[in-house]
């Protein structure tokens, strides 16, 4: 058997995607994707995702994260998703596709693509100043100083497996701010256990949390993480966030055959 796979990145957050709409990619064989996730002895990424058909929307997007198992929404994955059916010339430079989260809305600018995030009408302020709320994937937000110095991986497992958020568990952010509407952001993804360059639903979390705390001013919030920037951009409606949009871009890096 052979697959067919291609390789995209947004910021940094790579993933193997794969046409599926015939519906013959065997994704209930966990150890297949996370041996073609793994970066020494396969093709290497954060996630491998699936685009099939949809009934209503002009494609569905099944994510599954490194170790295998499919899991919540991936907003980078959504951008990343976005460009590859622009590549297959699937869409034009506007669609709407089907997520397990639901509908989403996207536009493609060249390389920039815009991703419309679910609504958040939640965020809670944990004792410690910490932050929780879910963009589509749960995140843990806290606020730190010399963020690249930071022990990321020892702080966001010991996080990410607390009883806190037992049992499913959390990504984990860390925030250090750069002026009130631009911070520097380092993430802990669950799933592929381990910092990533760069979780588009961990920065649509800090920039709602960043100003459900006063510190950003504004509606547009630029993120800097390890691989590159981002731009959110949302209104508030009474304790509601919407019009979220998840904005950077994202690439082709390559194609090729996997050999079952």
Request: glycine share 10%; net charge negative.
């Amino acid at each position: 058997m052979e697959i067919q796979f291609y390789k995209y990145q947004g910021t940094g957050n790579d993933f193997i995607m794969i046409d599926n709409r015939n519906l013959t990619f065997p994704k209930e064989n966990i150890s297949l994707i996370e041996k073609m996730c793994d970066r020494r002895f396969g093709i290497g990424a954060d996630g491998l995702i699936l685009l099939e058909n949809d009934s209503e929307q002009d494609f569905k997007m099944v994510y599954f994260n490194s170790d295998g198992n499919e899991s919540t929404m991936c907003g980078n994955g959504g951008r990343s998703i976005v460009r590859f059916a622009h590549d297959l010339n699937l869409i034009g430079d506007e669609t709407s596709f089907m997520a397990i989260d639901g509908k989403h809305l996207a536009k493609v600018d060249k390389e920039v693509v815009s991703l419309e995030m679910i609504d958040v009408s939640e965020i809670i302020q944990n004792e410690d100043g910490s932050l929780f709320l879910n963009t589509g994937s749960p995140h843990h937000i806290a606020m730190v100083s010399e963020i690249e110095h930071f022990p990321i991986y020892d702080f966001g497992k010991e996080i990410r497996y607390s009883n806190q958020y037992a049992p499913g568990g959390t990504n984990v952010n860390v925030v250090e701010a750069i002026d009130p509407d631009h911070y520097k952001v380092r993430t802990y993804e669950r799933g592929v256990e381990d910092e990533t360059l760069s979780c588009g639903t961990g920065a649509t979390a800090v920039a709602l949390g960043m100003h459900f705390l006063g510190k950003a001013k504004t509606n547009k919030v630029h993120i800097q993480i390890p691989g590159g920037n981002l731009m959110i951009s949302f209104h508030k409606e009474g304790n509601k966030y919407t019009n979220i949009h998840l904005i950077g871009p994202a690439q082709f890096v390559f194609k090729g055959i996997w050999k079952v």
